[in-house]
């Protein structure tokens, strides 16, 4: 038996069709709407208690003082040039103001200073409650090479005051970071503090070149005392203010990890000759299409896979309209985020597996046809790859045996370490942001460079990536680049945030989220 349809009831059926398409995307936009104004997983604590006995200040003659302190810091030029290479004698000349700016530290019995590696620092500061875990501060001392001959405005080893700015190479890497820690203990212990925490501080030489006599010896030391770190603190992201699009006031990252790293070495061998009578493919040629590959056919996008995504839902309502309703729905728009992201360079490094052709090297003669191509190029390694899938993948999208493959270094991305609402390290880094800089959101986010306290991981599941220097639009360009610079406000603040998180880490234990 066959069933007849009419003209009415197809009409009637495509009706029915357009009426759960339309009740569909009613449903969606209520939705999405409603979660646009009520989401928010940046939650925050109930009451803390209250461990400050010292009120984060400074007198006009202590910030004088600093200052004076920071621009002879920063006039020392304590260079790792290579990892053969370092100005040893400016390390020692460090090593000597550090003993004559801060007197109470070094001559404190409260605090246990040991020299590791010949230039690195080691401070333990003991708590008065042996059951509490310790937690350690990092820094590092030494400098990238800088050369006022690439167009300062200032020598870059004069700490020239320009504009209410502190000119200088190591201005914001990273001896903000060791003078500021060590200036805020030095007030405390000044004002009688003696902490409930133990805590240590370590102060690396050698950071630049990835610290194998500095952290990696610390390491060592402590784990020989079987040392275990409920955090640790370094140097890492920062207070980004103006920098991402439609975010309504400054946001501070706190990094909970780093990307990978590998550099591969790209090689091809052929037969020399002249070049009046050249191959129809050169070694060059072969190469250059090799490196072309893996430049048109970039790692895969992997946003939504690592912390990056938590970075965004973080900072959610603190954008503006339609920003927060992308960020607030990114079950929804996750694709139409990463797309933007990819596009431009900076952000493009938090959605994926990185590639960068680093170095090219071939040919010893204008009409010889060369024996010997090479090339080198470096990965930054996403939170949800291994280094094994990424020289895999290199392996695949340059797929000519031709074309020699070797590893020459790298490592896996670093442990994503926690930033729950129990996560101890995590919630004091954010409530000392909180306290020193109330207007500022604090959300997780991923290191795409990488420090020396990847060494730590040993001794602590909980390391975060934090200092707080504000990063203003162009200051990307001041990174181990030209005209590195701090405000001189901004490095009151960063003495402050550290005098404040010494007193906030001797909490027992962190509040309930309020409901």
């Given at each position: 038996m066959k069933t007849k349809?009419?003209?009415?009831?197809?009409?009637?059926?495509?009706?029915?069709?357009?009426?759960?398409?339309?009740?569909?995307?009613?449903?969606?936009?209520?939705?999405?709407?409603?979660?646009?104004?009520?989401?928010?997983?940046?939650?925050?604590?109930?009451?803390?208690?209250?461990?400050?006995?010292?009120?984060?200040?400074?007198?006009?003659?202590?910030?004088?003082?600093?200052?004076?302190?920071?621009?002879?810091?920063?006039?020392i030029p304590t260079v790792s040039f290579s990892e053969s290479e370092q100005n040893t004698s400016a390390l020692q000349e460090f090593n000597l103001l550090l003993r004559r700016v801060f007197p109470k530290i070094f001559s404190s019995s409260l605090v246990q200073h040991e020299t590791v590696g010949n230039?690195?620092?080691?401070?333990?500061?003991?708590?008065?409650?042996?059951?509490?875990?310790?937690?350690?501060?990092?820094?590092?001392?030494?400098?990238?090479?800088?050369?006022?001959?690439?167009?300062?405005?200032?020598?870059?080893?004069?700490?020239?005051?320009?504009?209410?700015?502190?000119?200088?190479?190591?201005?914001?890497?990273?001896?903000?970071?060791?003078?500021?820690?060590?200036?805020?203990?030095?007030?405390?212990?000044?004002?009688?503090?003696?902490?409930?925490?133990?805590?240590?501080?370590?102060?690396?030489?050698?950071?630049?070149?990835?610290?194998?006599?500095?952290?990696?010896?610390?390491?060592?030391?402590?784990?020989?005392?079987?040392?275990?770190?409920?955090?640790?603190?370094?140097?890492?992201l920062t207070i980004m203010d103006g920098v991402v699009d439609g975010l309504i006031g400054p946001g501070a990252l706190i990094g909970v990890s780093?990307?990978?790293?590998?550099?591969?070495?790209?090689?091809?061998?052929?037969?020399?000759?002249?070049?009046?009578?050249?191959?129809?493919?050169?070694?060059?040629?072969?190469l250059a299409s090799a490196v072309a590959r893996l430049e048109k056919n970039r790692m895969p996008n992997l946003f939504g896979h690592g912390p990056e995504r938590a970075t965004f839902e973080h900072l959610a309502h603190k954008f503006g309209w339609p920003y927060r309703m992308v960020m607030s729905n990114l079950w929804l728009f996750s694709s139409l985020l990463s797309g933007v992201l990819e596009g431009q360079p900076d952000t493009n490094a938090f959605v994926r597996t990185t590639t960068a052709v680093t170095m090219f090297n071939s040919g010893v003669k204008i009409n010889v046809m060369p024996a010997y191509a090479e090339a080198f190029v470096n990965f930054r390694i996403h939170s949800s790859q291994t280094l094994q899938e990424v020289l895999k993948l290199v392996e695949s999208t340059i797929s000519d045996k031709r074309v020699r493959v070797e590893f020459v270094s790298g490592f896996d991305p670093l442990p994503i370490s926690?930033?729950?609402?129990?996560?101890?390290?995590?919630?004091?880094?954010?409530?000392?942001?909180?306290?020193?800089?109330?207007?500022?959101?604090v959300c997780p986010g991923v290191c795409v460079g990488n420090t020396d306290s990847r060494h730590y991981t040993e001794l602590s599941p909980d390391i975060y990536r934090f200092a707080p220097s504000w990063y203003k639009p162009g200051d990307s360009a001041r990174f181990h680049g030209v005209n590195e610079r701090i405000s001189i406000q901004n490095y009151e603040e960063i003495v402050l945030f550290y005098f404040q998180l010494m007193q906030n880490s001797d909490i027992r234990r962190l509040p309930v989220p309020r409901s």
């Open positions: 349809f009419t003209k009415k009831t197809v009409l009637k059926f495509l009706g029915i069709l357009l009426l759960i398409l339309l009740l569909s995307v009613l449903i969606l936009f209520a939705v999405v709407i409603g979660r646009t104004f009520t989401f928010k997983v940046n939650t925050e604590l109930g009451e803390w208690e209250n461990a400050t006995t010292i009120h984060p200040s400074l007198s006009p003659e202590q910030k004088k003082q600093l200052l004076e302190n920071f621009k002879v810091a920063v006039q230039y690195s620092h080691l401070l333990t500061v003991p708590g008065r409650d042996p059951d509490l875990e310790p937690y350690m501060l990092l820094a590092h001392m030494d400098v990238v090479p800088a050369d006022e001959a690439d167009g300062w405005d200032a020598p870059p080893f004069s700490a020239r005051e320009l504009n209410g700015f502190i000119y200088g190479r190591g201005t914001i890497d990273n001896k903000q970071s060791v003078m500021g820690i060590l200036q805020a203990l030095e007030y405390l212990l000044e004002r009688g503090y003696a902490p409930r925490r133990s805590f240590y501080i370590g102060l690396g030489h050698d950071e630049e070149i990835s610290g194998p006599q500095g952290a990696v010896n610390i390491v060592k030391l402590l784990k020989s005392r079987g040392v275990k770190l409920l955090y640790v603190l370094d140097e890492g780093e990307k990978g790293q590998a550099t591969v070495k790209l090689s091809v061998s052929t037969s020399p000759g002249h070049s009046s009578m050249p191959p129809r493919e050169s070694g060059i040629g072969i926690s930033y729950e609402e129990d996560t101890f390290g995590y919630q004091i880094i954010k409530k000392t942001v909180h306290d020193i800089f109330p207007e500022v959101t």
